[in-house]
Nanobody, 117 residues
Framework: QVQLVESGGGLVPPGGSLRLSCEAS????????WGWYRQVSGHARELVAT???????NSAASVKGRFAISRDDAENSVSLQLDRLKPEDTAVYYC???????????WGQGTQVTVSS
């Protein structure tokens, strides 16, 4: 069973930066896609950015040029660098891994990011 643990959330002023990390316990087999999603209370969870085993990147238009996702397969982890943060980036951020071969989706517990002065 794969478990994901996020870290790095917190309170930051507008224009500031944070780095979120997510580490998986257990082996993630084969081709997979790591991703970060976020959710504001009362709203649907939305995609922030994903990165696949072949390096394919995808990100929301609202974060392009400000957020960067990266993965470390040796460490079984993914990171999200958040720069030039805005108040509207405030949300709970969730780490995710999707394995197409098994159609399994794994989620972390979420980490709060609050952008406020």
């Amino acid at each position: 069973q794969v478990q994901l643990v996020e870290s790095g959330g917190g309170l930051v002023p507008p224009g500031g930066s944070l780095r979120l990390s997510c580490e998986a316990s257990g082996t993630i087999p084969g081709f997979n896609t790591w991703g970060w999603y976020r959710q504001v209370s009362g709203h649907a969870r939305e995609l922030v950015a994903t990165i696949s085993s072949d390096g394919t990147l995808n990100s929301a238009a609202s974060v392009k040029g400000r957020f960067a996702i990266s993965r470390d397969d040796a460490e079984n982890s993914v990171s999200l660098q958040l720069d030039r943060l805005k108040p509207e980036d405030t949300a709970v951020y969730y780490c995710n891994v999707y394995v197409p071969n098994t159609r399994r989706n794994y989620w972390g517990q979420g980490t709060q990011v609050t952008v406020s002065s």
